[in-house]
């Protein structure tokens, strides 16, 4: 069982906006800002989207952002496009020197 | 830029050990922690472990511990990590990733490519 719950899935058409949740624990989310998300399309790595709860890498469109509240994380993806169809995945540093991740969320552009 | 290139696909039996490796360039390999995920079939990420930039201290996911071991070169800018005992459920692609430089509590930016590991007998 990942120590993150995720939805396993969310949707929404083009252009609109979507929100995936994160709900860790006071071992991990809640007691830490190392919170990361990850755009995972089939077949492919990881790509980081957003670390330290909200933070964006350089070429990381800003239509993606972060944020956090007590032990539950948040992405969100505005003006939704057929290319962020994918899987969404988040991680959070967590007491003993861990990494956590979520199970997963499918993302789909209707 | 930075590039994570992992060895090939790798078929075990059960009980047998293997061992990846994954060569860094692009950047100064020697002060980045390196970490190591897997994906078993139509499953999500698991965080196996992490190497400090030294080689000299590593933390594994307690599920692993006393069957991996996570090591480095410096010399070549190669990680590598090892999995010994394997079964059935260690059928997975194997990822290395680039940490931060500064300490272990960033989840890791750059990712390999991936490498499959798959135990059958």
């Known amino acids: 069982q990942p120590a993150l719950t995720q939805p396993a899935s969310v949707s929404g058409s083009p252009g609109q906006s979507i929100t995936i949740s994160c709900t860790g624990s006071?071992?991990?989310?809640?007691?830490?800002?190392?919170v990361s998300w990850y755009q995972q399309h089939p077949g492919k790595a990881p790509k980081l989207m957003i670390y330290?709860?909200?933070e964006r890498p350089s070429g990381v469109s800003n239509r993606f952002s972060g944020s956090k509240s007590g032990n539950t994380a948040s992405l969100t993806i505005s003006g939704l496009q057929a290319e962020d169809e994918a899987e969404y995945f988040c991680?959070?540093?967590?007491?003993?020197?861990?990494?956590?991740f979520g199970g997963g969320t499918t993302l789909t552009v209707l | 830029q930075v590039q994570l290139v992992q060895s090939g696909a790798e078929v075990k039996k059960p009980g047998a050990s293997v061992k990846v490796s994954c060569k860094a360039s692009?950047?100064?390999?020697?002060?980045?922690?390196m970490y190591w995920v897997r994906q078993a079939p139509g499953q999500g990420l698991e965080w196996m472990g992490i190497?400090?930039?030294?080689?000299?201290?590593?933390s594994y996911a307690q599920r692993f511990q006393g069957r991996v071991t996570m090591t480095r070169d410096t010399s070549t800018s190669t990680v590598y990590m090892e999995l010994s005992s394997l079964g059935s459920e260690d059928t997975a692609v194997y990822y290395c990733?680039?940490?931060?430089?500064?300490?272990?509590?960033?989840?890791?930016?750059?990712w390999g490519q991936g490498t499959q590991v798959t135990v059958s007998s």
């Open positions: 990733a680039r940490g931060s430089s500064s300490s272990w509590y960033d989840q890791p930016d750059y």
């Open positions: 330290e709860v909200s």
């Open positions: 190497i400090n930039p030294s080689g000299d201290s590593t």
């Open positions: 692009g950047y100064t390999f020697s002060i980045y922690y």
């Open positions: 006071s071992s991990d989310v809640a007691s830490y800002n190392f």
């Open positions: 991680c959070s540093y967590a007491d003993g020197s861990t990494q956590v």
